[in-house]
């Protein structure tokens, strides 16, 4: 075997010394280091944000769900959810806007059909229904609403479940998350906790 040969061979052997280092380090060490970290210090996160109701995972409080039939129409007993253009809904693998302008005539059809569906369900007048109600946000999956859109959905929620609206109402501002560190952001209400608070109420007497 001459030099060269030699040479190359360690060459070799260095570079697979390397690579089993580096993949135990960043593949195996690594990993286990920051997921031990996130489940001390932030274990709610690490997690997904999961959202229980009656000893069972519904859900995360990061992302949205729709609360309508196999048709998607709304259901009347449940908040509803701002729209979203994530695949057929909320699909975390989809998450993506529209990206429609703001002439584009999909999107001014589309804002015209929810905007009918909301005067039905809920009985209110089009110069009522908040931004929110008709457009979906940037990633498609947002679970929040604005505090105007829930609002606005008391009286058909109430109705639908035989409770007082002052009390849904209550419900609802109870809920509302204000801006992060007082000034970032809007306030909002998430959605789906919303819900799960509104189906443990019972029935007005």
């Known amino acids: 075997m001459n030099a060269s040969t030699r040479g190359t ?15 135990v380090v960043l593949g195996v060490a690594y990993p286990l280091v920051v997921t031990g970290i996130g489940q001390l210090t932030l274990p709610a996160q690490a997690n997904g944000s999961t959202v229980t109701a009656q000893g069972k995972v519904v859900g995360s409080s990061l992302i949205g769900q729709s609360f309508t039939d196999k048709k998607g129409n709304p259901l009347p007993q449940w908040f ?6 994530a695949g057929d809904g909320y699909d975390g693998g989809a998450s993506s806007g529209s ?14 059909e929810r905007a009918k569906v909301i005067e039905k369900v809920d009985g209110v007048s089009v110069g009522r229904i908040p931004p929110d109600a008709l457009t979906a946000s940037g990633s ?8 105007v859109y829930a609002l606005l959905q008391v009286d058909a929620v109430a109705k639908a479940r035989g409770i007082s ?16 560190l007082g000034y970032l952001g809007e306030p909002t209400v998430n959605v789906l906790q919303l819900n799960i608070a509104l189906e443990a109420m019972a029935p007005s007497e």
């Open 165 to 180: 609206a002052d009390r849904v109402r209550a419900l609802v501002e109870k809920h509302v998350q204000q801006r992060d």
């Open 99 to 112: 990206n429609l302008g703001p002439n584009n005539p999909d999107l001014l059809t589309s804002i015209d």
């Open 140 to 147: 498609g999956l947002d679970p929040q609403i604005s505090p």
């Open 80 to 85: 509803q959810s701002r729209p979203s253009a």
């Open 9 to 23: 061979g360690r060459q070799y052997w260095v570079a697979l010394r390397a690579l089993l280092i580096f993949t």
